[in-house]
């Protein structure tokens, strides 16, 4: 991939405020000025880490619902292929929604086996098709 001067300038530039930004709220989170802030800090925590859930579980979901309706334009091995990874898809996105409920992706236990079992699934899928997929299309 060659990156045009222009390019090149405005990703170093990027990385750089990322790295400023990073730099000065790691030292904001990890040195709270008081009881009050560190509480706030928890909070806002606890919060992002709710959303964030939600927001990936959307996305789970919208890449199921991507695959489905897909899936309705295909037939045989295809088709089923799409509604495979329609399902797992889904079950991924389902499974961030309980982790919010549960707190932690590797608590309780089953709920670990959920998101692995999805995971696994999603590369062997991925193999399937890389595997299937027309001659045309491959290097």
Known sequence: MNLTKGAAIRLTILFVCLGIGG????????NPASLEQAEAQAKLLEQIYVNGNYI????????AMGFALNAGKTSGKTRNHRL???????????SDIVEVQTGAWWSPWWLFVWKASC?????????VYLRDRPLANKP
């Open 119 to 127: 995971v696994v699934s999603m590369v062997i899928l991925f193999w």
């Open 23 to 30: 730099a000065y709220s790691w030292s904001i989170m990890f």
């Open 56 to 63: 990936e579980a959307f996305l789970w979901f919208s890449f």
């Open 84 to 94: 495979n990874t329609t399902l797992i898809f889904f079950l991924f996105g389902g």
